[in-house]
């Protein structure tokens, strides 16, 4: 919305999107293949630092090309934090409760991704985009702060070699995300400003009801993963997001954009943290790093494309046609896990 008032088009709102997940893509891989020589907590410090000082520079941004270099800036961010804290929390899971852990650990990542379109968009109509970027600087600030509580495990004497910049035990698990992210990447990107079209003059309460049904599910699918295997829960949750954005293709009032919020949020809360922890569990312990690397690299990937690509795709023809088309991608992967659920590493969990 901020590009579209520098004079960004509708269908260019996902440059900045795409250019700060584009970046964090590209990023992501090379911080995965050396995090056991530069350290978990370093990264979850420089994170939340360059939000910071990006946050308190974007009032003064006054052209369209400058705050896509701002989301550049984001994109390095992003890449720290993710590479930083997803490792750490793959080291201090137990084994038998690792689908459980990072489910728990993603709830709270939820109500801070799901949550703040919505109070994002609330504060920026009540209050201008100047107070709103004040608040996430603010943000930024105690996130900073409270990385530095942060303790990581002792080091290993002797530190690996860096691990392979794209890790092969996590290409189908990657594959399944990407499906995923996409549909989140279009609608981050595309749905505030289609929503008053579809019958919602707010598109934030569609994050809200995601967020809240992604909260219901989401620690409680890691865990049935822990007991069922991974495969058994990401096939429906898979179907389910797919589902919903074909419900939200045809989406005519209020009531069935909420509806397919709610549907979308079950089947993302569900799939996220236990394709992760398929991740983990395909690789061997000094290759974590990079096969979670591998892993966000796709689901930055996957948000890149969604926000950017389909953006093209919105102006040839309708933003149901976009949606139906994007729906396709998590149906795409539940075929390619179900068809690769046989293979000795899928077959571990």
Same mark, same amino acid.
């Given at each position: 919305?901020?590009s ?13 999107t ?5 970046v964090?893509?590209?990023?992501v ?11 978990r907590?370093p ?14 520079a974007l009032?003064?941004?006054g ?12 994109g ?10 997803n490792?750490?929390i ?8 690792r ?7 993603g ?14 968009? #609330? $504060? ?7 107070? *709103?970027?004040?608040? @996430? %600087?603010?943000?930024?600030?105690? +996130? !900073? ?26 290409l ?13 990447g ?16 707010n ?9 809240l049904?992604t ?23 898979l ?16 009531? #069935? $954009?909420?509806g ?5 949020g *079950?089947?993302y809360? @569900? %799939?996220?943290?236990?394709?992760? +922890? !398929? ?5 061997g312990?000094?290759?974590r ?8 690299s ?25 949606t139906?088309?994007v729906?396709a991608?998590?149906?795409?992967a ?8 046989s ?7």
């Open positions: 919305m901020y579209v008032e520098l004079g960004g088009e509708e269908s260019q709102a996902g440059f900045v795409a250019a700060v997940t584009m964090s893509f590209l990023a891989p090379h911080l995965g293949r050396h995090v056991e020589r530069l350290g907590t990264l979850l410090h420089l994170g939340p630092a360059l939000v910071l000082a990006e946050s308190l009032p003064y941004v052209w369209f090309p400058l705050l896509v270099a701002m989301g550049i800036a984001c390095g961010a992003l890449a720290c934090f993710q590479t930083g804290a490792t750490l793959a080291d201090l899971a137990p084994v038998h409760r689908g459980e852990a990072i489910g728990i650990y709830t709270f990542t939820t109500i801070a991704v799901a949550m703040s379109p919505a109070v994002g968009i #609330m $504060v920026m109509h009540n209050n201008g985009f100047p107070v *709103l970027f004040a608040a @996430s %600087a603010g943000v930024a600030a105690i +996130a !900073l702060i409270l990385s530095f509580m942060v303790r990581e495990p002792e080091k290993q004497a002797m530190v690996p070699p860096p691990g392979p910049l794209l890790n092969r035990s996590a189908l698990p990657a594959f399944c995300i990407f499906g995923m992210t996409l549909t989140y279009t609608l981050i990107s595309f749905l505030p400003g289609q929503a008053p079209k579809m019958g919602m003059e598109a934030g309460l569609f994050f809200t009801v995601y967020c049904s909260l219901l599910v989401r620690a409680l699918a890691g865990g049935v993963s822990d007991r069922l295997g991974r495969v058994p829960v990401i096939l429906p949750a179907f389910t997001v797919g589902a919903s954005m074909m419900i939200l293709s045809q989406s005519s009032s209020q009531t #069935m $954009v909420l397919a919020a709610a549907l979308y *079950l089947g809360g @569900s %799939a996220h943290p236990t394709i992760m +922890a !398929l991740t983990v569990d395909r690789a312990g000094d290759q790093a990079s096969a979670i690397a591998t892993f966000y796709a689901y930055n990937l996957g948000v890149a494309v969604g926000s950017l690509a389909m953006g093209y795709l919105l102006a040839a023809t309708s933003y149901a046609v976009m139906a088309v729906g991608a998590p149906l795409l539940m075929v390619a896990l179900y068809l690769g659920r293979s000795p590493a899928a077959s571990q969990r």
